[in-house]
């Protein structure tokens, strides 16, 4: 079945904040695998700054300069390890209310979680990036770098394995809400975050019966 955009008379920006090159690179490649129509406009961008303050003043910036919604993304082990959990929560708080015009979601320790649940499943804890990647990531994407190049290169395989990162992320959370209801326990809400673009845009999420990369 086809999918079902916005009409054509409705204009609709979204820009994706995402920390780094990781988050820029997966959603350009997770656009150009959506093919939307030309009134439809996803923008992922880097923020100015990693610090969460600044993030949620680039995200008012960008609505002020006409986009519609902004989605951030976070990667949660350095906002523990810079002790900003209180600060992040407020400004989480603050903007993912109903009808609000943006939203955070989150990733701990960081965006690389949502790669691995493509493959694999896990609760071990971790704080540290580039320890999960070396442990764990690496295990089924051996040659990952954060580079464009790198993750432009697995979409196809991302696109293919959708629905179980879905059933994965999933889970974890109801592992968390249930069993370890930690701030530093694994979380990914990637997930959430390509429902809510979906939803803005008016299109049913990929799976893997959708178009290819």
């Not at 008379?9 to 920390?19: A, D, K, P, T």
């Not at 960008?62 to 951030?72: K, P, R, S, T, Y």
């Not at 990914?188 to 803005?200: A, Q, S, V």
Request: hydrophobic share 35%.
């Amino acid at each position: 079945m086809a999918r079902k955009y916005q009409t054509a008379q409705q204009r609709v920006s979204i820009v994706i904040l995402g920390e780094g090159v990781t988050e820029r690179a997966y959603f350009r490649g997770y656009k150009k695998s959506m093919k939307i129509p030309s009134n439809i406009k996803v923008e992922p961008q880097l923020p100015s700054s990693p610090d969460i303050k600044q993030m949620e003043k680039d995200a008012k910036w960008h609505i002020e300069q006409g986009a519609d919604f902004v989605l951030c993304v976070v990667d949660k082990d350095d906002i523990i390890h810079k002790s900003k959990q209180s600060l992040y929560e407020a400004i989480r708080k603050r903007c993912n209310r109903k009808k609000s015009r943006i939203y955070f979601f989150e990733s701990m320790p960081c965006f690389e979680l949502w790669f691995f649940l493509h493959f694999d499943y896990t609760t071990s804890c971790y704080h540290d990036c580039d320890m999960f990647i070396r442990d764990m990531l690496k295990k089924h994407i051996p040659d990952y770098q954060k580079t464009e190049r790198c993750i432009l290169g697995h979409m196809d395989e991302f696109i293919n394995r959708m629905i179980d990162a879905k059933s994965n992320a999933q889970r974890l959370r109801n592992h968390n809400k249930n069993d370890c209801p930690n701030d530093d326990a694994l979380n990914c809400e990637i997930d959430l975050l390509l429902e809510k673009l979906h939803e803005l845009i008016g299109s049913p999420p990929l799976s893997n019966e959708a178009s290819r990369y």
